[in-house]
């Protein structure tokens, strides 16, 4: 489905940051980039989609809309949570730009308290090592591979470490001797991004994206968009 909006004029981009927007009005989804330095935001792709779309399809889709318009990828891309995975931080360094956004609090069961949340724990996929929040080492470590899809996790445990000790109760499921934790192939782009995201200096960059609610207010304002959408 193709979406036309009125009164936009092509621009010449000489700017290299870019920020990235998920505009989901029911039941579409907009994609839309502006660049901080430029005093006009612009709109050089809009994607429509069903609001329940895969948020990382529809960053690929508008990069390869970018790649029509003869537009070079951006050296850094804001985006919101919703994209943000270990495999696409590593898709971006290997393609040679970057994907900034905060990264989402890993899933954890019901009750655990954040002390104890994969976050706290120092994981190396490389050394096939985890340290727990109270140091202390993984006795194992097993790389998983699903069969249907090929994804591959490791599994690290934590055997006799977890025998005792005041943390047992807080860190160890009821059902379980010890604790285990699962995580992706690409977990340690995550655990840096969630490291990184505590700095100030994080903090100051993400600030780039306030640019993004001014554009969505001027698409909804200015363009009726949102009454073209529903």
């Known amino acids: 489905m193709e979406v036309s909006l009125p009164n936009w004029q092509t621009t ?4 290299k940051s870019y920020v990235i927007r998920k ?10 980039v ?4 430029n005093p006009g935001s612009f709109i050089t792709a809009v994607l429509a989609q069903p609001a329940t779309g895969s948020d990382e399809v529809g960053l690929t889709k508008t990069l390869q809309k970018l790649e029509v318009l003869g537009l070079e990828r951006p050296r850094e891309l804001y985006a919101d949570r919703a994209y943000i ?11 040679g730009w970057e994907l900034i956004s905060l990264a989402q609090p890993s899933a954890a069961r019901a009750g655990l308290e954040k002390p104890y949340r994969i976050e ?11 340290r727990c929040p109270q ?7 097993s790389k998983l591979t699903e069969a249907q899809s090929g994804k591959i996790s490791f599994r690290f445990e934590f055997g006799r470490q977890c025998q005792s000790g005041p943390q047992k109760a807080a860190c160890v499921p009821k059902a379980q001797t010890h604790r285990t934790i699962t995580v992706g192939v690409h977990h340690e782009n995550l655990q840096q991004r969630r490291r990184d995201q505590q700095s100030e200096a994080f903090a100051l960059r993400m600030q780039l994206r306030n640019a993004i609610k001014g554009t969505t207010s001027e698409l909804v ?8 959408f529903t």
């Open 12 to 15: 010449d981009i000489t700017q």
């Open 23 to 32: 505009w989901k009005i029911w039941p579409l989804l907009a994609e839309t």
């Open 34 to 37: 502006a660049c901080p330095e």
């Open 85 to 95: 995975s270990g495999q696409a931080i590593e898709q971006a360094k290997e393609e």
């Open 120 to 130: 706290a724990f120092n994981i190396s996929i490389k050394e096939r090592k985890a």
């Open 135 to 141: 140091g202390k080492m993984s006795s194992t470590c």
């Open 221 to 228: 304002r200015g363009c009726g968009c949102e009454r073209d």
